[in-house]
Protein backbone atom coordinates (compact mmCIF):
# COMPACT_ATOMS: atom_id res chain seq x y z
CA UNK A 1 0.00 0.00 0.00
CA UNK A 2 1.46 3.46 -1.04
CA UNK A 3 0.97 6.38 1.31
CA UNK A 4 0.83 9.88 -0.14
CA UNK A 5 1.18 12.84 2.20
CA UNK A 6 1.18 16.27 0.63
CA UNK A 7 2.05 19.74 1.84
CA UNK A 8 2.90 23.24 1.00
CA UNK A 9 -0.80 24.55 0.56
CA UNK A 10 -1.91 27.60 2.45
CA UNK A 11 -3.25 31.07 1.89
CA UNK A 12 -1.79 33.29 -1.13
CA UNK A 13 -2.49 36.68 -2.86
CA UNK A 14 -3.33 36.56 -6.50
CA UNK A 15 -0.81 36.67 -8.44
CA UNK A 16 1.42 35.04 -5.93
CA UNK A 17 3.40 31.55 -5.72
CA UNK A 18 3.18 28.35 -3.98
CA UNK A 19 4.61 25.02 -4.10
CA UNK A 20 3.02 21.89 -3.10
CA UNK A 21 4.94 18.22 -2.56
CA UNK A 22 3.34 15.12 -2.08
CA UNK A 23 6.13 12.65 -0.60
CA UNK A 24 5.59 8.73 -1.12
CA UNK A 25 5.92 6.29 1.21
CA UNK A 26 6.82 3.14 -1.30
CA UNK A 27 10.38 2.54 -2.61
CA UNK A 28 9.08 1.83 -6.02
CA UNK A 29 7.79 5.29 -6.19
CA UNK A 30 10.55 5.99 -9.05
CA UNK A 31 8.53 3.21 -11.46
CA UNK A 32 5.01 5.38 -10.99
CA UNK A 33 3.50 8.13 -12.78
CA UNK A 34 2.57 11.03 -10.52
CA UNK A 35 -0.08 12.97 -10.95
CA UNK A 36 -1.67 16.18 -9.20
CA UNK A 37 -5.58 16.54 -9.18
CA UNK A 38 -7.52 19.58 -7.50
CA UNK A 39 -11.10 19.89 -6.42
CA UNK A 40 -13.12 23.31 -5.42
CA UNK A 41 -15.93 23.41 -3.18
CA UNK A 42 -19.24 22.13 -4.55
CA UNK A 43 -17.08 21.07 -7.91
CA UNK A 44 -15.98 17.89 -8.85
CA UNK A 45 -12.13 16.78 -8.83
CA UNK A 46 -10.47 17.53 -12.26
CA UNK A 47 -6.94 16.83 -13.20
CA UNK A 48 -4.12 19.19 -13.08
CA UNK A 49 -0.46 17.79 -14.03
CA UNK A 50 0.91 14.52 -14.52
CA UNK A 51 4.86 12.98 -14.69
CA UNK A 52 6.15 10.17 -16.10
CA UNK A 53 8.30 7.66 -13.81
CA UNK A 54 11.24 8.85 -15.72
CA UNK A 55 10.31 12.86 -15.57
CA UNK A 56 10.52 13.02 -19.31
CA UNK A 57 6.48 13.21 -19.80
CA UNK A 58 4.78 16.33 -18.44
CA UNK A 59 1.25 17.00 -19.23
CA UNK A 60 -0.98 19.73 -17.53
CA UNK A 61 -4.84 21.24 -17.78
CA UNK A 62 -4.84 23.87 -20.25
CA UNK A 63 -6.16 25.71 -17.15
CA UNK A 64 -2.71 25.63 -15.46
CA UNK A 65 -0.11 25.52 -18.70
CA UNK A 66 2.48 28.39 -18.27
CA UNK A 67 1.80 28.97 -14.58
CA UNK A 68 2.20 25.39 -13.08
CA UNK A 69 5.05 23.16 -13.35
CA UNK A 70 5.36 19.35 -12.38
CA UNK A 71 7.90 18.02 -11.17
CA UNK A 72 9.58 14.84 -9.51
CA UNK A 73 12.51 13.48 -7.28
CA UNK A 74 12.86 9.98 -7.25
CA UNK A 75 15.87 10.04 -5.02
CA UNK A 76 13.79 11.57 -2.37
CA UNK A 77 10.42 9.62 -3.15
CA UNK A 78 8.85 13.30 -3.97
CA UNK A 79 7.16 15.05 -6.50
CA UNK A 80 6.31 18.94 -6.59
CA UNK A 81 3.57 21.30 -8.19
CA UNK A 82 5.19 25.00 -8.16
CA UNK A 83 2.41 27.25 -8.72
CA UNK A 84 3.04 30.79 -9.98
CA UNK A 85 0.44 33.62 -11.14
CA UNK A 86 -2.15 31.99 -8.84
CA UNK A 87 -5.30 33.27 -9.50
CA UNK A 88 -8.70 32.89 -7.18
CA UNK A 89 -10.10 30.25 -9.04
CA UNK A 90 -7.09 27.51 -8.52
CA UNK A 91 -8.98 27.67 -4.80
CA UNK A 92 -9.10 23.92 -3.76
CA UNK A 93 -7.71 21.21 -2.25
CA UNK A 94 -4.62 19.45 -4.31
CA UNK A 95 -4.06 16.01 -4.23
CA UNK A 96 -1.50 13.89 -4.80
CA UNK A 97 -2.06 10.55 -6.89
CA UNK A 98 -0.13 7.69 -7.49
CA UNK A 99 -0.16 4.98 -10.61
CA UNK A 100 1.80 2.17 -11.09
CA UNK A 101 2.16 1.71 -14.48
CA UNK A 102 0.72 4.75 -17.15
CA UNK A 103 3.02 7.25 -19.61
CA UNK A 104 2.34 10.57 -17.89
CA UNK A 105 0.00 11.74 -19.78
CA UNK A 106 -2.42 10.07 -17.54
CA UNK A 107 -5.63 12.21 -16.84
CA UNK A 108 -8.57 10.69 -15.62
CA UNK A 109 -8.79 10.15 -11.93
CA UNK A 110 -9.65 6.18 -12.19
CA UNK A 111 -6.31 5.63 -14.11
CA UNK A 112 -4.51 6.15 -10.42
CA UNK A 113 -4.37 4.01 -7.85
CA UNK A 114 -3.01 5.71 -4.81
CA UNK A 115 -4.23 8.92 -3.33
CA UNK A 116 -2.89 11.50 -0.52
CA UNK A 117 -5.27 13.15 1.58
CA UNK A 118 -5.01 16.40 0.26
CA UNK A 119 -3.83 19.77 0.88
CA UNK A 120 -5.96 23.49 0.49
CA UNK A 121 -4.93 26.12 -1.32
CA UNK A 122 -6.86 29.43 -0.82
CA UNK A 123 -5.94 31.93 -3.51
CA UNK A 124 -6.92 35.10 -2.31
CA UNK A 125 -8.33 38.33 -4.89
Known amino acids: QVQLVESGGGLVQAGGSLRLSCAAS????????MGWFRQAPGKEREFVAA????????HYANSVKGRFTISRDNAKATVYLQMNSLKPEDTAVYYC??????????????????WGQGTQVTVSS
Open 51 to 58: ISWGGDIL
Open 97 to 114: AARTSGSGTDHKLGEYDY
Open 26 to 33: EHTFSSYT
